[in-house]
Nanobody, 114 residues
């Protein structure tokens, strides 16, 4: 069984920073892509950033230059979020691809408000 545990969410003022982390555990032989998604109230879940097993990254236009995804080790991924804006408020989810399966974390709330 695969588990993803996310941490690092919270309340921050506009312009502030947060760092999200996602650690995978369980029966995982190897992890391919690791992604961060977010879902704001009333909106569809959207891809925020992704990183492949070889370190290639991609970002949504809305976060380019502000967010940085990194692969801390084979089973941990982080998302450094700087210059946060109110529109970044959402539940952030970690997703990994292991073999032919995709696994999701439980989500962590990020609220950007003064």
């Amino acid at each position: 069984q695969v588990q993803l545990v996310e941490s690092g969410g919270g309340l921050v003022q506009p312009g502030g920073s947060l760092r999200l982390s996602c650690a995978a555990s369980g029966s995982i032989f190897s992890i391919g892509a690791m992604d961060w998604y977010r879902q704001a109230p009333g909106k569809q879940r959207e891809l925020v950033a992704g990183i492949t097993s070889t370190g290639s990254t991609n970002y949504a236009d809305a976060v380019k230059g502000r967010f940085t995804i990194s692969r801390d080790n084979a089973k941990k991924v982080s998302l450094q979020m700087n210059s946060l804006r109110p529109e970044d408020t959402a539940v952030y989810y970690c997703k990994i691809i292991a073999g032919r399966n995709g696994y999701w974390g439980q989500g962590t709330q990020v609220t950007v408000s003064s």
